[in-house]
């Protein structure tokens, strides 16, 4: 039997779940999509005491300190026992090897987004996805009548 000092640290992983349209998705998405949208996710994961998420590259800040404001959901992942160094490292890695994939050139408010970003961070620490309803929104808005004109329309949009 290991003794509680013996026990390696857990991190409790959390994502922020915020709604960009404030609102909006779900009383415009019917008329100018043809679908019902909840919202507008952009999502961050909360790990060692940061937020770390992508807003033109990826950053971090305190909790609930980012432009977003406050989220409308936060959604318990688990704990994990990878260190925050390690975890650095990781962001790190995926700032300088990833081929820009999470830089602010890289983005693609479709194929590659910041819930893509939770999606790898949530995969890293605790081995799970971010849901399917935040995760494939993207596809979802792009099959709907007027997803391609909305593409389209939105071209290279970068936030």
């Known amino acids: 039997m290991v003794s509680q000092e013996e026990e390696e640290p857990s991190f409790d992983v959390k994502v922020y779940v915020y709604d960009i349209s404030h609102g909006l998705a779900a009383i415009y998405a019917p008329a100018l999509l043809g679908i ?28 609930g300190a980012s432009k977003h404001g406050t989220p409308k959901e936060v959604l318990s992942l688990g704990k994990t026992f990878i260190s925050k160094d390690i975890f650095e490292d990781f ?20 194929d590659n987004n910041c819930n893509h970003f939770t999606d790898t961070c949530l995969d890293f620490l605790v081995g799970r996805r971010l849901e399917d309803r935040i995760l494939m929104l ?16 939105l071209g290279n949009f970068q936030p």
């Not at 909360?46 to 971090?60: N, R």
């Open 91 to 110: 962001i790190e890695d995926l700032r300088t090897h990833e081929s820009g994939k999470y830089l602010a050139e890289g983005y693609d408010i479709f």
């Open 36 to 63: 019902n949208l909840d919202a507008v996710y952009h999502t961050s994961v909360v790990v060692y005491g940061k937020e770390y998420y992508i807003d033109s590259g990826i950053k971090i800040s305190n909790p």
């Open 138 to 153: 993207p596809q979802r808005v792009l099959s709907s009548p007027n997803g391609q004109h909305l593409r389209n329309m």
